[in-house]
């Protein structure tokens, strides 16, 4: 999908910071907000459509919705009153963390685990000791969902407390997941093969179009084509904006035909140095170009989450097997169509991060920029003491 392009942990993000020469963990801590508001503005949309026009999202059928408590409930409350006991451990442990001098990222990640882990110990003590506190259904919903946001805390909330560094929060995130198929009987042969091939092949897609990218880079830089582009883009009208809407627009042109890394390894070296001899951050740069590069899973002909949709979606009419009602099939067009206002919304989002830089800028925190020209190098002279430390009007006394 595509908010996995710039919600963290995001490999986009990752080659982007490596691109542009800044630091993975403030590329991540930058795309915290807009890929927050972005995921908001999607269920936005996806509630105004339900409401607007319910045929195009009906509810699930009675029958698929007939799960019932031995007591005959649904089970909902009990979800909801662990969540909120959740929900308070986490909440207490945050005023404690207050008083502390972590940034406020680090206090929100350990808070955050503090709530899954209270859910989780709850439901394995409910379930290990048959007490019946909880129902089924918040048993199922525990043990189903907490596992794999222990995974997203052993890549990003490693990160993001200074324990790891992206690429050893990379390497927890695997030996957690191969960790937890094991425990659930999950990992085969077969799997870890498929997962090697893949891994395998993904590796030297991207070396090959790294090494491309580099002697394209070697050759157009030989005949002072960056120079061209240096020239041309700062001189463009409008300035800063003026460079920011036409890289904009240009981005998502080129997304048409390229996939992100053929985008992040060939155009963003070309345009960083430009936008910083501008005076642009490159981290808010980054955000840009991040937000408008997932367009490209998007849209025609290359939109590689409008082929998995098309794999998974039905090509022929079925029967439903529990209804009994004939299903009709989703064809391309309607797939191609659908993907249209999630575009727009990217675009939107887009324009929202650069007219409001503050949903960026804020990965900055508190640190203090430092002004080279008051930097001062002071070196402490031994000049009149002797050789034992003592102070003397003569230098040479020592020597006499």
Not at 189 to 203: G, I, P
Not at 228 to 240: K, S
Request: aromatic residues 12%; neutral net charge.
């Amino acid at each position: 999908g595509t908010l996995s392009q710039i919600i963290p942990p995001s490999l986009v993000l990752i080659i982007l910071a490596d691109q542009l020469g800044r630091s993975i963990g403030d590329m991540y801590r930058a795309a915290m907000v807009p890929g927050f508001v972005l995921a908001g503005a999607y269920i936005a949309y996806v509630v105004i459509v339900s409401l607007v026009k319910p045929s195009a999202a009906p509810a699930l059928p009675e029958e698929a919705r007939r799960f019932r408590e031995p007591n005959g409930s649904r089970g909902g409350r009990s979800l909801l009153v662990l969540m909120l006991i959740s929900s308070l451990s986490a909440y207490v442990l945050g005023q404690w963390l207050e008083n502390d001098t972590a940034p406020v990222d680090e206090q929100v990640v350990v808070s955050l685990l503090l709530w899954g882990l209270t859910a989780f110990v709850i439901a394995i003590a409910n379930k290990v000791f048959r007490l019946k506190m909880l129902s089924a259904l918040a048993e199922r919903v525990t043990f189903v969902m907490i596992p794999p946001l222990f995974l997203i805390f052993l890549v990003l909330g490693t990160i993001f407390i200074g324990v790891a560094t992206p690429t050893e929060g990379g390497a927890m995130g695997a030996v957690g997941a191969i960790i937890m198929a094991l425990i659930r009987r999950r990992l085969t042969l077969d799997l870890l093969k498929q997962a090697m091939d893949t891994t395998t092949k993904l590796s030297c897609f991207v070396v090959f179009i790294l090494v491309g990218s580099t002697v394209f880079g070697l050759t157009f830089r030989g005949v002072n084509g960056d120079l061209w582009v240096e020239h041309l883009l700062i001189g463009l009208p409008g300035g800063e904006w003026g460079f920011l809407i036409v890289v904009s627009v240009l981005t998502f042109v080129l997304a048409f035909f390229l996939d992100f890394f053929e985008l992040a390894f060939i155009i963003v070296p070309l345009l960083g140095p430009v936008a910083d001899k501008m005076g642009i951050d490159l981290i808010w740069f980054g955000i840009i170009l991040a937000v408008n590069m997932q367009t490209s899973f998007m849209h025609p002909p290359f939109g590689f989450a409008l082929f998995y949709l098309r794999s998974v979606a039905p090509k022929d009419a079925y029967k439903d097997k529990i209804t009994g009602k004939i299903i009709q099939p989703v064809t391309t067009g309607q797939i191609y169509w659908g993907s249209v206002p999630f575009i727009v919304i990217q675009l939107f989002m887009v324009a929202a991060v650069m007219l409001f830089p503050g949903m960026v800028m804020h990965y900055k925190g508190g640190q203090s920029t430092v002004d080279p020209a008051s930097v001062k190098i002071e070196i402490e002279s031994n000049y009149g003491t002797n050789i034992y430390g003592d102070e003397s009007s003569d230098p040479g006394a020592a020597f006499k």
